[in-house]
């Protein structure tokens, strides 16, 4: 039995270390995200019903259908989220992932990354930007007026300058930021600079007014989290083929939606394993404390699923600034990590590790049996609609989630002969 799950694992890990994410352009989510239609809104973390959302995505929510313009304003949109007539997805059923809820709709522009390895594509919305945003649930007047900003100018400005550039190598990108000082989640300083250092030259030969070109380029300039939104596509296209591997025990998922914390094992399908999300141990801007604090949101854990953000806080000392903590506790999570992986990263190295690969491939059975559960550093969102980012922290995923999948694995096994 063990040498079936380990045979499968390696498989697994062949597929996660061959993955090439690739940039390959942009596109409008009603065109090109499989499944999606003009009442169907995407959301973070695992299937949920309105019901039970959050105040965040439900927030977002309502943002969303007032900018696809299926409601006038908040009453109209939370009667037309009540009636049944919007059909609530999780992105992971998509392609897709979202940052903190997640809501993706229609008309919102999308980067489209394809793993080159093995031809799957992974979709995400551009990063609004800080403040008021509709990924905290926010759906001002404002938020709504920058969506569409990002609709009609932001995202045709790069999808041309894409078009001249041609495809851009995330994998070699992110392995650059990772040896600059970034994790990939919570820290994208490098990272960002290194887009913008890309695409700038192309942005300036598009057929665009100067005055919209500048506007652009200040607005990725201004948003350190711009290539947050590239990092969570590269680890979903990389993921995808982890799934569905029989008697492969790799998690290949872990999101959360603000209420439910889930997890999806590759030899367990799209099955997903739920629990409460955690409260996020961290840091709170002034004003603020845990009392303000939503559960824990968002798809962007997907890069630590794929061994960067919280696995690789090692290469990112600076990040305890913003989640709390030490750098000498940065090596710390990072070093436990390698007691629940399969191996080292082949591509992401980190220079305060001696060049040390980072942890990746999360192996249900070493959870259960060492106890350590995934670190994972991540924002804060307001547990009401509207307010916003609160704070940053660290958190770490229910443990039940682990021992249900682990609990499903061996009835499946069971069931197929191969344990008693």
């Excluded at 313009?69 to 998509?94: P, T, W, Y």
């Excluded at 960067?308 to 436990?336: R, W, Y």
């Amino acid at each position: 039995m063990q040498d079936l799950i380990k045979k499968a694992n390696q498989q697994a890990m062949n597929n996660l270390q061959k993955a090439q994410p690739t940039l390959i352009g942009i596109g409008i989510a009603g065109e090109v995200i499989p499944g999606m239609a003009k009442k169907t809104v995407l959301h973070a973390g695992p299937p949920i019903e309105w019901t039970r959302m959050s105040g965040p995505l439900k927030g977002a929510v309502i943002g969303g259908l007032i900018y696809e313009g299926l409601a006038e304003n908040e009453a109209e949109a939370v009667s037309l989220a009540e009636s049944g007539e919007i059909a609530f997805d999780s992105c992971h059923h998509h392609n897709a992932v979202g940052p903190m809820a997640g809501v993706v709709t229609a008309s919102m522009p999308v980067w489209i990354v394809e793993n080159k390895a093995f031809g799957n594509k992974a979709y995400c919305t551009l990063n609004e930007g800080l403040g008021k945003v509709l990924r905290y649930g926010a759906y001002s007047e404002e938020v709504i007026s920058r969506l569409r900003w990002m609709e009609e100018t932001l995202a045709p400005i790069l999808k041309e300058a894409l078009a001249i550039r041609g495809e851009i190598d995330l994998k070699s990108m992110i392995a650059q930021v990772v040896q600059m000082g970034d994790e990939g989640h919570n820290r994208n300083k490098a990272g960002t600079s290194l887009f913008i250092r890309e695409i700038a030259p192309y942005v300036v030969l598009t057929d665009f007014s100067n005055e919209a070109k500048s506007e652009v380029l200040k607005f990725m300039h201004s948003n350190d989290h711009f290539f947050l939104n590239l990092t969570m596509p590269a680890a979903k296209s990389t993921m995808d083929p982890v799934g569905n591997i029989p008697y492969a025990t790799i998690v290949y998922t872990m999101a959360r939606n603000g209420t439910d914390f889930g997890i999806r094992v590759s030899a367990l399908g799209d099955r997903w394993f739920t629990a409460p999300a955690e409260i996020i141990d961290g840091l709170f801007f002034p004003g603020y404390s845990k009392e303000d604090a939503n559960p824990d949101i968002g798809d962007s854990v997907i890069t630590e699923t794929s061994g960067i953000g919280g696995f690789a806080m090692a290469t990112a000392p600076a990040i305890v600034q913003f989640v709390g903590g030490t750098p000498q506790d940065a090596i710390h999570f990072t070093t436990s990590m390698y007691e629940i992986t399969e191996q080292e990263n082949e591509a992401y190295k980190m220079p305060s590790m001696n060049f040390r690969g980072t942890p990746t491939g999360i192996e249900l059975q070493k959870v259960i049996e060492t106890q350590i559960l995934p670190i994972i550093n991540t924002g804060i969102a307001h547990k009401n609609p509207g307010v916003g980012q609160v704070g940053a922290g660290l958190v770490r995923p229910p443990m039940k989630c682990f021992e249900d999948a682990l609990e499903a694995f061996v009835m499946k096994m069971a069931e197929e002969g191969l344990i008693e």
